[in-house]
């Protein structure tokens, strides 16, 4: 039932203005308009056209059609009494045509704005209801690209809470083993043990501070997209011609705030735990020749992706990068079987699948089934098996060189011209 009134209701509007039929006439093909809207088409188009199929017509051929103009009457009045009951609830916005002052019942499409009957002509314009119905599924998409934009700030706002719970963590958890280490240590090292631990709260701070001031910011932007997002949600809601009068603005608000950049993590954001770690068992072991043993563990732990971690394999990079200068460092590798020693860029990728080579930003040497290579894939033939391998870096004549410290033979030089920031690289695999 609701759709045959639907369909009766859409045959009671007059083509040219749009309205509902007044003195409704027919021509020979059957198509119907208000009379004065149809004798105004015919003056300003200098022919006798039909307005919907452009058949040729004649003024002889027009009858009026009173089964019309009684059902067009009798929906006059079942929406004047319905507009009326309208009035009651809310005010209408009435907007009129300056020129004219008709009620516009169209809209231009190329100048986005809404025109009269009588101002019409000329202009690439559609229905109302067409417009309407079109520009706001176009809303509809604004909307949904701000609430995918909310989500991602939502996703952000998630990672650095878990950034600020692991860093937590870490410093509950750093700060034990580095009591444990110096508790083997003598008296004397007590003041190196409390400048460590002053230095990993420091870091903590700081680093604490950042990611709140990172997270403040996440926040506003949240609070914006949510705003814009209710404004646009109300601007749905509007009917038509309210609709329209705020759509240029909603969308212009929406598109701006849709073409702001994604968040991104900044780097750095968790403690250096290598540069304490680190720092400190190279301090014991120089200062005590108390060894200090790390190992891989069978166990994969739940840790942020930042974006210095490494998730594919097990490297571990220096905590002190270089950009200058010459620099030189051991590492025992004794008689492990895998191993992997040399000097990696500060951007190579640490997050996908990647080989240990010069194109991918690593110069190493390499030890695995009983030979040594170098990154390119050839073989290196030593008379002695090294027990530890000294690397020297120096960085403005673009030389990596590998030698054997007990004798000083040299194994390998790279020659490359370094622009970036790189940093001590060894892995062990088992």
Sequence with gaps: MAEKIAVTESNLYCHVCAETFRDPVSLSCNHSFCSSCLKQFWEQTKNKNC?????????DYLHENFTLKELADSFAGRQKA??????????????????????????????KIVVCHVCHHGHKVVPIEEAVSELKEKLKSDLKSLQD?????????????????????????????????????????????????????????????????????????????????????????????PFLSSYKSSQSSARAQCSQPDPQLVSGALIDVAKHLGNL???????????VNVRHGDATQQLPDNPERNTNYTT?????????????????????????????????????????????????LWHGSGKYTNGFGETINLMTIPQRIRVQ??????????????????????????????????????
């Design 51 to 59: 307005p919907i199929c452009k058949r040729k017509a004649s003024k």
């Design 82 to 111: 319905a507009s009326s009951e309208t009035e009651k609830g809310e005010e209408e916005v009435e907007v009129v045509c300056r020129e004219h002052k008709e009620e516009p019942k169209w809209f231009c499409k190329d100048e």
């Design 149 to 241: 934009k909310r989500k991602k700030y939502e996703d952000a706002e998630k990672t650095y809470k878990d950034v600020v719970e692991h860093s937590k963590k870490q410093l509950v958890d750093t700060e034990r083993q580095i009591r444990a280490e110096f508790n083997k240590l003598h008296q004397f090292l007590k003041e190196e043990e409390e400048a460590r631990l002053a230095a990993l709260r420091e870091e903590e701070e700081h680093k604490r501070k950042t990611v709140t001031r990172e997270m403040k910011m996440i926040e506003e932007k949240i609070s914006s997209l949510s705003d814009s997002i209710s404004a646009v949600e109300k601007d749905l809601q509007k009917h038509n011609v």
């Design 281 to 291: 068992s190279f301090r014991v072991w120089e200062k005590m020749r108390v060894k």
């Design 316 to 364: 571990i990079l220096g905590s002190e990068g270089f950009s200058s200068g010459k620099r030189m460092w051991e590492v025992e590798v004794g008689d492990h079987p895998h191993w992997t020693v040399g000097l990696a860029k500060e951007t190579a990728n640490r997050k996908g699948r990647r080989s240990a080579t010069p194109e991918n930003g690593i110069w190493c």
């Design 393 to 430: 870096l120096d960085y403005d004549r673009g030389q990596l060189s590998f030698y054997d410290p007990e004798d000083m033979t040299l194994i390998y030089t790279y020659r490359e011209r370094f622009t970036k920031k790189v940093y001590p690289f060894s892995k062990i695999q088992h």
